[in-house]
């Protein structure tokens, strides 16, 4: 009973009340078993009991009843293989403690388990069946009622699982223990008399009363990163052009045999390069002369050679770079002048030129950039809640 009760609270966990249940009246009948203990077999005393209950739960945990309960019990004497019975009716004021209401506030769970304690009376009537046993054997079975005390008291402790409380029916099982005065069953042995019973029980719920929970508002203070302007200051350069008068000397060297300015490997590059720094002034004048390496070929090829470089370089800078023809002219020293103490490096031609050039310089300052940076703030935020106020 409990494992289904736990399993019951805890699926419904998740499909809590928007209002929460304070009380509740119930009214409940309930039937089944009971079995007032003796000496003999179990299967031979069980007798059937009724009861009726009204009570009232005053917190979801919290409740009383008013319980009476009662029809007929049943005793035996195993040495004469007989049975005897009697009617009898208890009447308890019950405290009902919701266990499963303490774990969980969600009061609309499939099942909930619940303790049952209380006490009260206990009245017997009608045992003709134990007069009879004992004017026939008064020694064996003395009878231990008398016309005055027929009344007992009877302490009940037992455990209940009940349906959702919150619906208007519901369905019990009930399982307790009683305890009575040793004179219940008729027979006196100096020890309290014990009936254990199992009932079924169809409940009324009414009279729910529900508190809607309140919206309350509150501040909190929070911490939050926010962006802010900020200036810092970084090292720039900015381009300063001046004007020189001065003379230029650029190389552009080719591989071995390699006299084509379109199949060197590298030229378009280095003559581009050269392009742009003639282009710089307005009035020189260049020289493009062509050179061979005298450790290889001889002296009539690489004569050729040298002079081929050097007009090809001169019409790549007239006629893709756009230098002005007037301000250019070309050469050639073919192998007779080594102007590189370094072999390889004297199949070149060299650009010279001599006039105002303008000269770009770039100077270091100190420049505003304006960024942004995070800085901690505190703010006031709106937090709303649902509360159940008292």
Request: hydrophobic share 35%; glycine share 6%.
């Amino acid at each position: 009973m409990a494992a289904l009760a736990l399993l019951g609270s805890g699926a419904a966990m998740a499909q809590e009340n928007v209002s929460k249940l304070q009380s509740y009246n119930f009214i409940e009948l309930q039937g089944g078993v009971e079995w007032t203990t003796t000496d003999a077999k179990i299967d031979k005393l069980i007798m059937p009991i009724g009861a009726v209950s009204i009570g009232r739960f005053f917190t979801p945990v919290v409740g009383a009843r008013l319980h009476a309960s009662g029809i007929q019990a049943k005793g035996r004497f195993e040495q004469m293989d007989k049975n005897y019975k009697w009617n009898f009716v208890t009447t308890d004021a019950d405290l009902l403690i919701n266990l499963s209401s303490l774990f969980s506030k969600n009061y609309a769970r499939p099942l909930n388990l619940m303790f049952v304690g209380g006490i009260g009376l206990n009245y017997a009537w009608k045992n003709d069946d134990m007069k009879e046993i004992a004017q026939q054997n008064p020694s064996l079975a003395p009878l231990a009622w008398t016309s005055k005390n027929r009344l007992s008291h009877n302490l009940r402790a037992g455990l209940r699982l009940e349906t959702n409380v919150t619906k208007p029916f519901g369905v019990s099982l009930e399982v307790a223990a009683n305890s009575l005065d040793d004179r219940f069953n008729s027979k006196t042995n100096d020890r309290d008399d014990w009936m254990i019973s199992g009932m079924l029980g169809l409940s009324w719920r009414f009279g729910h009363k529900n508190q809607q929970p309140t919206k309350v508002v509150t501040q909190v203070e929070e911490e939050i990163w926010v962006d802010v302007p900020d200036t810092i200051i970084v090292k720039e350069k900015r381009p300063i052009v001046t004007e020189e008068k001065k003379k230029i000397e650029e190389a552009i060297f080719f591989k071995i045999r390699e006299s084509d300015a379109n199949a060197a490997n590298g030229i378009e590059k280095a003559i581009k390069d050269v392009a742009d720094l003639m282009k710089t002034s307005d009035d020189a004048t260049f020289t493009v002369t062509g050179y061979a390496d005298k450790g290889t070929g001889n002296a009539k090829l690489n004569k050729m050679y040298a002079q081929k470089r050097a007009e090809d370089v001169t019409k790549k800078l007239i006629n893709e770079h756009g230098i002005d023809a007037t301000r250019v002219k070309s050469d050639s020293k073919g192998d007779t002048v080594q102007p590189f103490p370094e072999n390889d490096k004297n199949r070149c031609v060299i650009i010279t030129g001599e006039g105002t050039f303008k000269v770009t310089k770039y100077e270091e300052y100190d420049a505003q950039k304006i960024t942004t940076k995070k800085v901690k703030q505190t703010r006031m935020r709106d937090v709303v809640e649902e509360k159940y106020l008292d």
